[in-house]
């Protein structure tokens, strides 16, 4: 009879002992998996300026080209995406000659989307741009992108992420991008210090694993 009773209070910490350890598991499972979330990579992947082809030798076109790739390189997180905000900018400097808005979309995990649009342009100084392409210089525009992800983790949705995103790229006297590869939209902030921190996850999971054991 005793020898039973013990028994069976053996079995009762080891279920308690169990299930704690299968709850820690899970939670550290999905706060890794909430934590572990890349941003989407957005590049340029084609520019054309017709303005600056100089075969047309005509600046009466003035809209330009753009073809932006979405990549969302997650292996098992969809992304939904707000309106993405897009401003042209040229010479690199703060004069602004295109704002334009992409409709929000919902992009599953290890998908790619490109969005390709003729966007119109205001105050380019054509004339002194078509002269630095026509002396053998490249022009140099900039493209700035901001806009609000949330990641979809199996049934739920993360809290809301700011991306703002932008880079240089330059133009030939074709009008078209000197750079064939996609041009990165890179963040000012290092991903460090962005709250997904790849360090962090990985000191959380050793912790997780040290009170299992
Ligand atoms: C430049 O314009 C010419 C004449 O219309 C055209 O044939 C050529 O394809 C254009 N260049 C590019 C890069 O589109
Ligand atoms: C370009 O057009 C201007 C007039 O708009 C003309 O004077 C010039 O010769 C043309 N240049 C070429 C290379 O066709
Ligand atoms: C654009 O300006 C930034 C700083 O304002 C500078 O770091 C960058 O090198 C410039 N790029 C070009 C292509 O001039
Ligand atoms: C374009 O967007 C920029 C940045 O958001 C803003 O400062 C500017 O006023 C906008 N211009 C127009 C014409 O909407
Ligand atoms: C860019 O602007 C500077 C003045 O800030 C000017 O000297 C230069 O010629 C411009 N470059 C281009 C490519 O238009
Ligand atoms: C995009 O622009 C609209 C209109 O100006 C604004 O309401 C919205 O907050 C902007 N989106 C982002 C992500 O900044």
């Not at 209070?9 to 598991?25: E, N, V």
């Not at 330009?64 to 995406?81: A, E, P, R």
């Amino acid at each position: 009879m005793s020898d039973y009773n013990n028994h069976s209070g053996g079995t009762g910490c080891f279920r308690c002992c169990f299930s704690f350890t299968l709850t820690l598991g899970f939670t550290s499972l999905f706060m890794w998996l909430s934590l572990h979330t890349s941003n989407p990579i957005l590049s340029i992947q084609d520019i054309y300026i017709p303005s600056l082809n100089k075969t047309l030798n005509s600046t009466s076109y003035q809209s330009i080209y753009i073809d932006l790739k979405f990549d969302n390189k997650n292996k098992d997180k969809g992304i939904f995406y707000h309106q993405s905000n897009i401003t042209l900018r040229y010479n690199n400097s703060s004069i602004v000659i295109s704002n334009y808005t992409l409709a929000g979309f919902y992009q599953g995990h290890n998908k790619k989307a490109r969005r390709k649009n003729w966007v119109g342009t205001y105050g380019v100084p054509w004339d002194e741009a078509v002269k630095v392409v026509d002396g053998g210089e490249l022009a140099v525009f900039r493209v700035d992108l901001v806009t609000v992800i949330r990641f979809k983790i199996l049934f739920w949705k993360t809290k809301k992420h700011r991306v703002v995103v932008g880079a240089d790229f330059q133009v030939n006297d074709v009008g078209k991008k000197e750079r064939k590869k996609g041009t990165r939209l890179r963040s000012g902030v290092p991903e460090m210090f962005s709250g997904k921190s790849p360090v962090g996850v990985s000191l959380l999971v050793v912790f997780s694993v040290f009170v299992l054991v």
